[in-house]
């Protein structure tokens, strides 16, 4: 039976959990094709990973909770505002090829993310806000209203009350789950984008009720948390770095993953140790032990590979967890190569995307996972400083 019962390795299932709720859904390969290119996905993958491991390398980083989906969305919108040089250091940061349109991108992920579901709610919301009588490009516009499905509201930024405005949004997009994304507004800001992203879904199988544990903190003390326990029918990939476990949500587009490394790592050891292959090889795994989707049955399967074995009536045991995060990925996303304070002259002349902030929020329980996040995005317009002769 798998474990968790150590922080440093919950900060590992924390964030291999984030990059699943943001990127991975239960389509089996072909599908993925067929509705979606598959350099989508990988760049999703890598721009999830990437994103997460720069913030794990972080002194003094903890528990790690990001949407790369959320980010992933609102850069796009700001990157469709952009052009040339800038616009294809964005879509390279992002992962994308850069000849590729960002909003017919974004148009067929939140087409396909959209998709109903019986068992597991996604729900993707844009909205941007513009300082009154802004000349943005109509055909700007366009793309946000239709492929973006964005609503647009004029904002006067000054205003006391405009952060409430965008946060009252949020609020309401992300189920009552994110709140306060923005505390203030420079008076330089023109724009502000934002994608709300939340989920919510119950597991085809719930876990069962434990009494509390034992649980080993990063400072090495001990602290008695919530656990709960699955018997039976989880899908474990093992191989010598380390064990994964497959959870499927009721419905069969979406699942957990939870990957748990055999050594107990630091953050910054884990960001060295998750990437990309990694995380294709136990996707990889997990669709050979369920016959490519990864909501169907598990089935015994030889992986081919020495000391690598799957297993379908696995057991896990966890703390429940609940946390909240909030980051401003400016930095992160420059150290990745994301052009800040460039043009993006479809908002107009002299206006620069300049700082990104997210908020997550994410419940795991013995019935399923809630997880919520927006991110947000100013747009400012260059300020004349005026000449005082004080000397």
Known sequence: MSRLTDMRRLAVACSALAILLAACGETPPDRVVQHLSMKLSDSSTNFGISLVDRLLAEPGAGNVFVSPLSASLMLSMAASAASGDTQAAMLETLGLDPSVDPSGEA???????????????????????????????????????????????????????????????????????????????????????????????????????????????????TVRVPMMRRHENVTEVSTPDYVAALLPYKGGRFSAVVVLPRQTLSPADFSKFLTSATWRQVLGYMHGATGSSLGAPCKYWDTGVPNVWTHCDGSLEMPKVKLDYMKDLTQTLIAMGMPMQAPVPAFCGECALTQVVQKTYLEIDEKGTTAAAATGGAVVTALVTPIVVDR
């Not at 109903?116 to 366009?142: I, R």
């Not at 952060?163 to 800001?189: E, M």
């Open 107 to 221: 148009r067929q992920t939140i087409e396909r993310l959209a998709q109903s579901d019986d068992g597991a709610q996604l729900e993707l919301a844009q909205a941007v806000w513009v300082k009154q009588g802004l000349p943005l490009s109509q055909s700007y516009v366009a793309k946000l209203r239709n492929d973006y499905r964005a609503q647009m509201a004029n904002l006067d930024f000054r205003s006391p009350g405009a952060p409430g405005v965008v946060n009252r949004w949020v609020d309401g997009a992300t189920h009552h789950k994110i709140t306060d994304l923005v505390d203030s507004f420079d008076p330089s800001v023109v724009g502000y984008l934002v994608n709300a992203t939340y989920f919510h879904a119950l597991w085809r199988i719930e876990f069962d009720s434990r009494d509390p544990g034992q649980f080993h903190t990063f400072a090495g003390t």
